[in-house]
């Protein structure tokens, strides 16, 4: 069984960076598609970012240019880089997997989630 587990939510200033992480275990990390998703009070869960097995990266709009999603397949880890972060980027962020959904759509539903880690940005 997959098990993922995210880390390095915080609360920042407008314009302040975070690293998130997600560390995978049971599964061979490389053959899974991986993806950040966010959810804020209120609102349904989004794609924020997605990378597949060829290391093909896909990005919500609204990150774009803010956000960058990469992997350690030595580390078994997925991580999310932000900066110049905004208010409207607060939400509860989860890391999802799965071997074969691997668009932002099709990873709604994926084999597994993280327990999520909370980032809160003040103005």
């Known amino acids: 069984q997959v098990q993922l587990v995210e880390s390095g939510g915080g609360s920042v200033q407008t314009g302040g960076s975070l690293t998130l992480s997600c560390a995978m275990f049971?599964?061979?990390?490389?053959?899974?598609?991986m993806a950040w998703f966010r959810q804020a009070p209120g609102k349904v869960r989004e794609g924020v970012a997605l990378?597949?097995?060829?290391?093909?990266?896909n990005y919500a709009d609204s990150v774009k240019g803010r956000f960058t999603i990469s992997k350690d397949n030595a580390k078994n880890t997925l991580y999310l880089q932000m900066s110049s972060l905004k208010p409207e980027d607060t939400a509860k962020y989860y890391c999802?997997?799965?071997?074969?959904?691997?668009?932002?759509?099709?990873?709604?539903?994926?084999?597994?989630w993280g327990q999520g880690t909370q980032v809160t940005v003040s103005s």
């Open positions: 999802a997997a799965d071997p074969t959904r691997c668009t932002l759509t099709l990873m709604l539903f994926p084999q597994a």
């Open positions: 049971g599964y061979f990390y490389a053959s899974y598609c």
């Open positions: 990378i597949d097995t060829n290391n093909n990266i």
